[in-house]
């Protein structure tokens, strides 16, 4: 449906949206960069809540709590983001905010089971920190140089591309997780094997502790099999979350690297709203 839709927008006179907008070179770029954005933002939302969930065992009150520490400090620095687009380069603010953005992906790269709210607060501070320097400015350069009666145009394929940008980043960091936990499953497997002297010593350490607590020896056994089990599912988890975090955090650096392409575009401080 979506390429008859585009045919259908570039031959058609009456347009719904005009996508020859497109093939302006900063609204272009400003869209590309968009849907960078709206991988980071919507991926981020959908994959730390995930983790909280299936890793920390953290519940509704407390992994909104976590996510709270990304928004919060927005309400603090988004009412200098005018004054700073009034003495910075628009093109400047959005690369600081998108690595910014990146950087705290990559700090959640290297989680570990017990990963908690306090070891996320700081990667959650940091996006905040980048988040408000890539909305209004990549706002501004996307709608440079539009007229005023195409800006229901460049607003309306801008948000969608926002949208679209974060529906592919949870199909795709969705995929991933569970791809790359498959994959760091068989590799964890490989290592903790019945012909692993590491292996068998630890599962006889557990089979002893598990008698001790009044289990006969075959089922000391199987049980210290099964905690061996859950611990290779469990950090093969840790590793497929922390490979989805890096995965963004590159997105969101491409995003970045976008920026250098466009053209400068002056700024009183305001924004179209979009």
Not at 45 to 52: A, E, M, N, V
Not at 106 to 131: E, H
Not at 165 to 170: A, D, N
């Amino acid at each position: 449906m979506l390429p008859l839709f585009v045919v259908i927008q570039f031959t058609r006179k009456q347009l719904l949206l005009n996508l020859r907008l497109l093939g302006r070179r900063n609204f272009g770029l400003s869209i590309l960069i968009t849907l960078t954005l709206g991988f980071g933002l919507y991926g981020s939302t959908f994959i730390l809540p995930l983790y909280l969930s299936m890793v920390s065992g953290y519940n509704a009150v407390q992994i909104g709590t976590t996510i709270a520490w990304a928004g919060i400090p927005q309400l603090f620095i988004t009412p200098f983001v005018p004054e700073l687009m009034k003495r910075f380069d628009l093109r400047l603010l959005v690369a600081v905010g998108l690595t910014l953005f990146g950087i705290s992906c990559f700090m959640n790269s290297n989680l570990t089971y017990d990963t908690g709210m306090d070891q996320l607060i700081p990667a959650q501070i940091v996006r905040a920190l980048g988040q408000p320097l890539i909305l209004t400015p990549l706002s501004s350069i996307s709608t440079a140089g539009i007229e005023a009666k195409q800006i229901g145009s460049a607003s309306a394929i801008y948000n969608m591309a926002r949208n679209l940008g974060g529906s592919i980043g949870i199909s795709i960091l969705g995929t991933l997780q569970s791809r790359r936990e498959r994959f760091h499953s068989n590799r964890l497997v490989d290592n903790v094997s019945l012909s692993n002297l590491i292996t068998l010593d630890r599962i006889d350490q557990l089979t002893q502790f598990f008698t001790t607590q009044g289990a006969d020896p075959v089922t000391a056994h199987n049980q210290a099999i099964a905690h061996i089990s859950n611990i290779v599912r469990r950090e093969s988890n840790v590793l497929a979350f922390n490979d989805c975090f890096l995965f963004m955090g590159f997105i969101l650096f491409a995003g970045a690297l976008l920026v250098l392409l466009l053209k400068k575009v002056k700024s009183t401080g305001g924004a179209t709203g979009h």
